[in-house]
């Protein structure tokens, strides 16, 4: 990943550094000009006659100048006021992060984290949501792109322009005010169980089309996208690839090819999926990430994946993290946000969390490089028009595949 331009604090500090140069040279000179006035009459005349004298910069303003002391403000002098505090942030059950990154924070800023646990990613958002008047927390994190929109509709986050994010990819970069910023991003997938494609001399699926193909009758575990964001997230992919009027069409040829649906990931991963060694299905709506995964907790590690990723089915997950109005340490989850975004943090979550870093920066751990995949095109569709439909479309699938 490559940064094609400044970001806009990049912009905006390039400009305001613009403004203040021309101000403190105007300045400089209009001194000199009077120390030299008040020096002899000789000085006196030719400061009169001088008609190339310069001018202070008639377009800085007190405004120009009190955003050029915001912006000089140190680090230091925001980190000594949230110091010896404490910053909650709430999240998903399944946010985790190494003890020695947090206290690598605590030991730069003197601010303690306590995470708190809402549920999965649309309960945290709910819960969130509902105590809007008397916040949990000071920040959120966990709001993917399927909820984005209900999230920014209910105003819950305030903006941050956040210093880290000169280092994060534009493309991620979903909500142009500023009050969810991406923390992570992967990618669902189908995954298929390699060795019992190869024992059977079946080509792996190709496109999501194929999975109607008769010879692929019974060999798909799904999750319902009304109890699971993997679920959700392959309902999604499947509107992208089929559009709105086809996509129903495409889940009831799946209905009659025999598909599986579980409540949950794990019911299906573990349970159903035959990669895993739990079921008999060797199709499984999954992770592009779960390959990687197979690989570093198997022992001993095999030298290649079990499990493999078709490409042409993934849908793009974008997780963020927003400062909650009303916080009651502000000061704090900015700080948490910027270190968050920040090299330390990013280079963490991959192997906690099996995600990828926003961070251009971030290095992957070796295993991700050389068994994780990131698709060139996934599948997306607009965060506005799954907060429009989101509900609609759950519920004509559910008639569509449960009734």
Do not use: K
Not at 32 to 45: M, S, T
Not at 158 to 171: A, F, G, K, M, T
Not at 194 to 206: I, K, M
């Amino acid at each position: 990943m490559t940064r094609t331009s400044l970001s806009r604090r990049a912009q905006r500090t390039a400009t305001r550094r613009t403004t203040r140069a021309r101000w403190l040279l105007a300045t400089t000179l209009a001194l000199a000009l009077l120390v030299a006035a008040c020096g002899d009459d000789a000085a006196e005349e030719a400061t009169e006659d001088d008609t190339d004298e310069p001018a202070i910069d008639e377009e800085v303003s007190e405004e120009d100048l009190d955003d050029d002391a915001a912006e000089d403000s140190t680090d230091e002098e925001a980190t000594a006021a949230a110091a010896g505090t404490t910053v909650t942030l709430l999240s998903h059950d399944s946010f985790n992060v190494s003890e020695e990154v947090l206290a690598a924070f605590t030991e730069e800023t003197g601010v303690e984290v306590s995470v708190v646990p809402l549920g999965d990613a649309g309960t945290a958002l709910n819960q969130t949501i509902l105590t809007r008047d008397a916040p949990q927390g000071d920040l959120l994190f966990g709001v993917d792109n399927s909820f984005l929109s209900r999230a920014l509709d209910e105003d819950l986050f305030i903006p941050h322009d956040s210093p880290s994010l000169e280092q994060v990819d534009d493309r991620f970069v979903l909500d142009p005010e500023l009050t969810a910023l991406p923390v992570t991003y992967g990618d669902v997938c189908l995954n298929h169980d390699v060795a019992w494609f190869d024992e059977r001399d079946l080509d792996v699926p190709t496109d999501l089309a194929d999975l109607t193909d008769p010879a692929y009758e019974g060999l798909l575990a799904v999750q319902n996208p009304a109890t699971s964001s993997p679920g959700l997230s392959f309902l999604l992919a499947t509107i992208d690839r089929f559009g709105e009027d086809d996509y129903l069409d495409f889940w009831a040829e799946l209905v009659a090819n025999d598909v599986v649906v579980t409540d949950g990931w794990s019911e299906a991963y573990y349970d159903e999926f035959s990669g895993t060694g739990g079921g008999d299905r060797p199709l499984v709506v999954s992770y592009a990430s779960s390959p990687p995964a197979e690989v570093f907790f198997a022992d001993p590690q095999p030298d290649e994946a079990p499990t493999g990723v078709i490409e042409a089915s993934c849908f793009r997950q974008i997780e963020f993290v927003g400062i909650l109005d009303g916080a009651e340490n502000e000061a704090g989850a900015r700080l948490l946000v910027d270190f968050m975004l920040g090299e330390r943090f990013q280079e963490d979550m991959p192997l906690n969390m099996f995600v990828f870093p926003v961070n251009t920066q971030a290095a992957l751990p070796e295993v991700f490089e050389e068994y994780a995949v990131i698709p060139d095109e996934p599948l997306e569709v607009d965060p506005a028009a799954i907060g429009e439909n989101r509900e609609a479309w759950i519920e004509a699938w559910t008639s569509t595949v449960l009734r």
